[in-house]
């Protein structure tokens, strides 16, 4: 597999140029660990920590935070070293920092990597191995099974790969009671199975993108009208699911309200996906899916949130 191996271009360090040159750099560095990506993560991963008791010093607690998203941004890096070549085919991604030639690929792989690993062993030295060895499982999942292998190789790269953006939950409960519980598997379900129609909404816009690039995402392979009724299997189990955390016992009436509503949004909007395969309105549902999608996780996220963040609240004197 080709890879890039372009420099900054040199600029004389003058007193004006210098300064640009430091903050070009950090903006480029920090890009590289995909600063959206890295933040719902972290706001998944909070979640995940408090649907059950902390049992950790809110300080660790918060170091355990620091590395996951740590770890977060470190596969970003490494999965924009990896795709360096076909993101230069992107117009989404052509802009990115090594494609655009600001930032070396080798440099990119040298600082994903001491991210990577230290973020796996700083967070079993303040936490436990059992979250270091789940992060450093999600990490290796993102680089090597997703990016290497699935992306480029089969149509059904996001719903395999979709596990790689659910497992947080799961290692930040791990990081504050040193175990996995049903609580996370859920929210791990739940975003494993919002992963499909969120990306196959995008991949509906983008089909000449993926083209250029030769990513088999599913619009390619199987068609856009297969995509389409993929989009609504996909939603039609994501719904339902969106409440098993009420049936569990960790959703409250605001979760339950705040999950119906959405479901039934997302629900509407595939259907619109499904019915509107011509014409004006063909780019419009997927438009519309991909944006409320994004809304839809976050509402489910930020009710449990407001619902155990309380109970955070109540607890911490005794913690600290």
Not at 203 to 225: C, E, H, Q, S
Not at 234 to 257: D, K, R, V
């Amino acid at each position: 597999m080709p890879r890039h191996n372009v420099r900054t271009a040199t600029l004389p360090l003058t007193s004006k140029a210098a300064p640009d040159i430091l903050k070009g750099d950090v903006i480029d560095y920090v890009a590289l660990l995909k600063p959206r990506v890295m933040s719902l993560v972290v706001f998944t991963a909070l979640v995940g920590m408090l649907v059950k008791p902390i049992t950790v010093h809110p300080f660790i607690a918060a170091a355990s935070l620091l590395m996951i998203a740590l770890g977060a941004g470190a596969s970003g890096c490494l999965n924009m070293w990896w795709d360096s070549d076909i993101d230069a085919r992107m117009s989404r991604t052509r802009n990115r920092p090594i494609p655009a030639g600001r930032i070396d690929a080798g440099d990119a792989l040298i600082f994903g990597s001491w991210l990577s690993v230290g973020s796996v062993l700083m967070l079993g030295l303040i936490s436990n191995w059992l979250a270091a060895s789940l992060l450093a499982m999600t990490i290796l999942y993102y680089v090597v099974i997703y990016s290497v292998w699935l992306k480029r190789s089969t149509p059904q790269n996001i719903v395999i790969g979709g596990a790689a953006g659910a497992f947080p939950p799961m290692v930040a409960q791990a990081a504050v009671t040193g175990s996995v519980g049903l609580e996370t598997v859920i929210l791990f379900l739940i975003i494993f199975f919002w992963t499909p129609p969120h990306f196959w909404a995008l991949a509906l816009l983008k089909t000449d993108d993926y083209d250029r690039a030769g990513i088999p995402m599913l619009p390619n392979v199987a068609g856009k009208p297969a995509t389409r009724r993929a989009i609504l299997y996909y939603t039609l189990i994501l719904a339902p699911l969106g409440l098993a955390p009420c049936f569990a016992g960790f959703g409250g009436l605001l979760y339950a309200a705040v999950s119906l509503i959405g479901g039934i949004g997302m629900l509407l909007l595939a259907l619109q996906i499904y019915k509107y395969q011509s014409g004006p309105l063909s780019n419009e549902g997927p438009r519309n899916m991909f944006r409320f999608s994004i809304l839809y996780l976050f509402s489910l996220f930020a009710a449990l949130l407001a619902e155990h963040g309380l109970g955070l609240l109540i607890a911490l004197p005794k913690l600290v």
